[in-house]
């Protein structure tokens, strides 16, 4: 691209340029472009004057989905029904809706449901409603009871007790409207003495709401 130029005269005075018989005034001719071409590979961006924050969210690609259509439920490996057929707790102490996920004899995931018309609220507490913690542990026991009443391990219904806890902790409060995840994972079964070591953690939005060590009495114990 070509760009027209003008002339220009330019006058200097300089000591170190005065020598006898030289001129004093040394006149220099420049070319002077009118309009430089804007160099390819700068852009220029008008800036704001306002500051915008947004999230990470914000910074990718929105999505147009409803949020009601963007999130997937809970897989189901065993509804009520076959829950029901295993553990022999009924209302208003049966605190397992579903198992999302089961390893014959070694562990289940399974969730409870926590809402606001649990018959335990109106007593703990009426003014701020929380999942009591040995209720928690109660709940994280019958999912242990799934994994150990089962062909796998052996276990007796009519012989399953829970028979201890260890190391039991609550970090966080559990509400109504949450979903209480818990996992459940057989650590050590002694068939001798009918004894299994079980570990639990319980969850609410993949944090840890509960955790400890069961041990579970399944009746199966003798030479």
């Known amino acids: ?21 030289a001129p004093s005034r040394i006149s220099v001719a420049v070319a002077i472009p009118r309009s430089l071409p804007p160099l390819p590979h700068l852009k220029t961006k008008r800036r704001n004057s306002t500051t915008t924050f947004c999230s990470a969210d914000a910074a990718k690609d929105k999505d147009t989905t409803p949020i009601e259509l963007r ?23 049966l605190l397992v809706d579903r198992v999302i996920e089961y390893n014959a004899g ?16 109106p007593g703990h507490f009426p003014e701020r409603p929380i999942m009591p913690g040995v209720l928690m542990v109660e709940a994280m026991a019958q999912v242990g009871g799934l994994v150990m009443l089962q062909p796998e391990v052996g276990g007796s219904r009519d012989t399953f007790f829970f028979a201890g806890i260890d190391k039991v902790r609550f970090r966080k409060p559990v509400i109504a409207g949450d979903t209480l995840v818990m996992r459940m994972t057989l650590i050590k079964l002694q068939k001798r003495f009918g004894i299994a070591k079980m570990e639990g953690k319980a969850y609410v939005g993949g944090e840890v709401v509960c955790e400890g060590e069961f041990l579970m009495a399944t009746g199966t114990g003798g030479d």
């Not at 691209?1 to 018989?21: D, E, G």
């Not at 439920?73 to 209302?91: G, K, S, Y």
Request: aromatic share 10%; proline share 8%; charged share 15%.
């Open 106 to 121: 070694v562990s289940a995931v399974a969730i409870k449901n926590v809402t606001i018309n649990d018959n335990f609220f």
């Open 1 to 21: 691209m070509s760009t027209a130029a003008s002339s220009a005269s330019l006058t200097c005075h300089s000591p170190l340029l005065h020598r006898p018989n």
């Open 71 to 93: 999130y997937e439920a809970f897989p189901t490996v065993m509804d009520i029904n076959q829950i029901r057929e295993i553990l022999p707790h009924r209302f208003p102490f």
